[in-house]
Antibody, heavy 117, light 108 residues
Framework: EVQLVETGGGLIQPGGSLRLSCAAS????????MTWVRQTPGKGLEWVSV???????YYADSVKGRFTISRDNSKNTLYLQMNSLRAEDTAVYYC???????????WGQGTLVTVSS | EIVLTQSPGTLSLSPGERATLSCRAS???????LAWYQQKPGQAPGLLIY???SRATGIPDRFSGSGSGTDFTLTISRLEPEDFAVYYC?????????FGQGTKLEIK
């Protein structure tokens, strides 16, 4: 059974850093495309980042230069390193598996990140 | 960036009725790269439909998707109590991937 479990969210001050983890089971992270999506009441669902084969990565303009997506194949885990956090980064962050066609077939339960002083 | 506009924002219907949800794209989508997701309170979105009209594994056949170009529709033929949720469309043919703002399907 495919399962994704995010951890690492919490309350962080503006300008701070946080690393989210997404532990996968039932499939291999290293051979799949993986993505992060965030959700806020005001902006809805917003795609954040994706990692493809060969560790090719893309980012939304809103996080480019501040966030880094990566994976640890030995731990079968996806990460999102978030630096220089801003109030507008406050959201529930989901990891998801991306199919070869590009849609997101499995999602984690989400982890809440709150950026506030 | 392709903007997806969903309508209506809220749809109030009774169990057994037919629901029609709309998703309009700001420009024509390449091929059939449109998906629909269902989200219930406190849960992550879950895949319903991909490729405009293909149902995801385990999705009952009362759910159907249609459309092309800029206009897409999710239809639920006969609403069951568990279908009342928020529905999002997503395009995945163009970067960045974008979502509609959602349609809340509520019990009348």
């Amino acid at each position: 059974e495919v399962q994704l479990v995010e951890t690492g969210g919490g309350l962080i001050q503006p300008g701070g850093s946080l690393r989210l983890s997404c532990a996968a089971s039932g499939f291999t992270v290293s051979t799949n495309y993986m993505t992060w999506v965030r959700q806020t009441p005001g902006k809805g669902l917003e795609w954040v980042s994706v990692i493809y084969s060969g560790d090719l990565t893309y980012y939304a303009d809103s996080v480019k230069g501040r966030f880094t997506i990566s994976r640890d194949n030995s731990k079968n885990t996806l990460y999102l390193q978030m630096n220089s956090l801003r109030a507008e980064d406050t959201a529930v962050y989901y990891c998801a598996r991306v199919t070869a066609q590009g849609y997101f077939d499995y999602w984690g339960q989400g982890t809440l990140v709150t950026v506030s002083s | 960036e392709i903007v997806l506009t969903q309508s209506p924002g809220t749809l109030s219907l009774s169990p057994g009725e037919r629901a029609t949800l709309s998703c309009r794209a700001s420009q024509s989508l390449s091929s059939t790269f449109l998906a629909w997701y269902q989200q219930k309170p406190g849960q992550a979105p879950g895949l319903l439909i991909y490729g405009v009209s293909s149902r995801a594994t385990g999705i009952p056949d009362r759910f159907s998707g249609s459309g092309s170009g800029t206009d897409f529709t999710l239809t639920i033929s006969r609403l069951e109590p568990e279908d009342f949720a928020v529905y999002y469309c997503q395009q995945y043919g163009s970067s960045p991937r974008t979502f509609g703002q959602g349609t809340k399907l509520e019990i009348k």
